[in-house]
C-alpha cells in the first residue's frame, strides 16, 4: 500500500482549501486545541501518517507522543526522524552519548508505536571508508526493533563506488534507503520503502509539484510497491506539503 504523509503537522489547517500557518509542533507539546481539535487532529483528518519532524531538533518526553498517539485514530500512523545530535553532532559515531541520544528517539517511537526511525545524515557525512566503518559500527550498535531508514544526502552516495558500498551495508542491516523517488531510486529497499520529497529541481521546499510531477510519482510509486512485499511511505515536504 502507499502511504501518503507530510514531515510534521504544525503549519496545517486546512479551511477553504487554504492553509494558515500556526500551532507549531517543535515545542514538543502535548496535541494543542486549536478550536473543536487539535492540530494533529485536524491533520489527521485529511492523512493517514506523519513524519515526526521536531524529535530532529527537540528532545520528546514519551508521555509527549504517548499523547499524540491517544489524539489520533488507532490507524493512525507515525514515523519519527532521529534527533540531530546522532546524525549531525556525532556524524553517527556510536559513542555512550551518541546512543544515549539515539535511545531517547527509539523510546519516543515506541511509545507512538512509529514504523520507522529515520536517519538524515547531512552532506559532509560523505561515502569515505571511514564513515561507512562508522555507519557499521552504529547499525551494530543500535536497537532496531523498529526498522531504521536512512537519507544519505550529496552527489558522492550517487556514484558506482559508493552505490556498491551502500548496497552491501544496508542490505547486512536490514536499513532502507530514503531517496527523493523523482531525482534517484533507492539503493536497497528492507521490508518498508521510504521516500521524502523536497521540491524540485534540487533541494527547493518552494516548489508546488504540477499534476504531471505527481503522475510520474505516482508511476514511480506504484512500480516499487509491486516489487515489494510491504508498504511505501511518501513524504513532502515542501512549503506547499499539504496541498500538493
Not at 519516543?108 to 559500527?137: D, H, M
Request: hydrophobic content about 35%.
Amino acid at each position: 500500500m502507499i502511504k501518503v504523509g507530510c514531515c510534521g503537522w504544525g503549519r496545517i489547517n486546512l479551511d477553504l482549501n487554504k492553509v494558515r500557518y500556526f500551532a507549531s509542533e517543535v515545542k514538543g507539546e502535548a496535541p494543542r486545541k486549536t478550536g473543536r481539535l487539535s492540530t494533529l487532529q485536524t491533520y489527521a483528518k485529511y492523512f493517514d501518517v506523519v513524519e515526526v519532524n521536531s524529535s530532529f531538533y527537540s528532545y520528546h518526553k514519551p508521555s509527549t507522543y504517548e499523547g499524540w498517539r491517544r489524539a489520533v485514530p488507532s490507524d493512525f500512523e507515525f514515523t519519527v526522524k532521529c534527533h540531530k545530535d546522532v546524525t549531525h553532532r556525532f556524524l553517527l559515531k556510536p559513542t555512550a552519548e551518541c546512543l544515549e541520544s539515539f535511545n531517547s528517539t527509539l523510546d519516543g517511537a515506541l511509545a507512538c508505536k512509529a514504523k520507522a526511525i529515520l536517519l538524515q545524515t547531512p552532506a559532509s557525512f560523505r561515502p569515505s571508508e571511514e564513515n561507512f566503518s562508522r555507519a557499521e559500527e552504529f547499525f551494530r550498535s543500535i536497537d532496531r526493533s523498529i526498522p531504521i531508514v536512512w537519507e544519505t544526502r550529496g552527489d558522492q552516495w550517487l556514484e558506482d563506488k559508493a552505490i556498491r558500498r551502500l548496497r552491501e551495508l544496508l542490505e547486512r542491516y536490514e536499513i532502507t534507503h530514503v531517496t527523493d523517488v523523482l531525482k534517484c531510486k533507492p539503493v536497497y529497499i528492507s521490508g518498508l520503502a521510504y521516500f521524502r520529497l523536497h521540491g524540485l529541481p534540487g533541494y527547493n521546499l518552494k516548489y508546488s509539484y504540477r499534476n504531471e510531477d505527481l503522475e510520474r510519482l505516482l508511476k514511480e510509486c506504484r512500480e516499487v510497491e509491486r516489487e515489494l512485499d510491504g508498504d511505501v511511505y511518501l513524504f513532502f515536504n515542501n512549503y506547499a506539503m499539504y496541498i500538493d
